[in-house]
């Protein structure tokens, strides 16, 4: 659930803006992912939003409209899920830590022979290389730590993916560094639609969750079209 606090909640908000009776059932409060499968293209963004209070992301993967609303925004590409981004914003998902520790501790290097005491060599001697193999080493084992840690919780693994296991790297074989950047974005998108990334500085679900404009037009149209053959069938 939603770390926000319960009672920001409003149900009379969107019971109201509908039209419905308190007493309706499902109830917005007590079962809100039943109700926004009822209800959820018929409410405002600015309502919808509340919803962020009861539910969490992973819970409102059950939902098309969310499914679909994600996907066409990972299928933008955004900058903030591109592999440089991405990797700032969730360490603990890019597997390759040591060469990311390496390059750590080639900028440490390149800092003490540049800059410290001015590149002195006389006052550097070896202090560069050995400032970068400490930096390297703390880069590794902190990234390391964070992959441990992300492997040790729960994963969800969408039933389509299977497949993709005949794309993985066979015994004794090494992914190269395109390899595993292709690998890391696509990880993050995959995390990021089933909701299970963890929200950011440059990303939250609420943006994408309620934005109706990532809707298909077609979907508009069909839900157009249901109200009106309901109203057809009430004449």
Same mark, same amino acid.
């Given at each position: 659930m939603s770390s926000q606090p319960r009672t920001l909640f409003d149900r009379s908000l969107s019971l109201s803006y509908l039209g419905l009776p308190d007493e309706y059932n499902p109830s917005p409060e007590k079962d809100p992912i039943s109700f926004l499968t009822k209800h959820i293209t018929q409410l405002p963004p600015h309502l919808l939003l509340h919803f962020s209070y009861i539910t969490s992301a992973k819970e409102r993967t059950v939902l098309p409209v969310i499914r679909n609303r994600r996907l066409k925004y990972v299928s933008a590409n955004p900058s903030t899920l591109n592999f440089e981004s991405a990797k700032a914003q969730w360490p &603990? =998902?890019?597997?390759?830590?040591? !060469? =990311?520790?390496?390059?750590?501790?080639a900028d440490e290097k390149a800092w003490a022979d540049r800059d410290f005491l001015r590149g002195s060599k006389r006052h550097v001697g070896k202090l560069g290389s050995l400032l970068g193999g400490y930096e390297e080493d703390r880069e590794a084992h902190r990234l390391r730590t964070l992959q441990r840690e992300w492997?040790?919780?729960e994963r969800f693994?969408? %039933?389509? *993916? @299977?497949?993709?296991g005949d794309e993985m790297v066979g015994p004794g074989e090494e992914?190269? =560094? %395109? %390899? =595993?950047?292709a690998s890391f974005e696509r990880l993050v998108r995959e995390q990021l639609i089933y909701g299970l990334l963890e929200a950011s500085h440059h990303f939250d679900y609420d943006t994408v969750d /309620?934005? @109706?404009c990532l809707d298909e037009e077609d979907a508009r149209e069909a839900e157009? !079209? /249901?109200? %009106? *053959?309901? *109203? &057809?069938?009430? @004449?």
């Open positions: &603990n =998902l890019w597997p390759g830590a040591e !060469r =990311l520790g390496s390059q750590e501790g492997e040790a919780t693994i969408p %039933e389509e *993916d @299977e497949s993709s992914e190269s =560094l %395109e %390899e =595993l950047k /309620w934005d @109706e157009d !079209r /249901w109200f %009106e *053959d309901d *109203d &057809n069938d009430l @004449e």
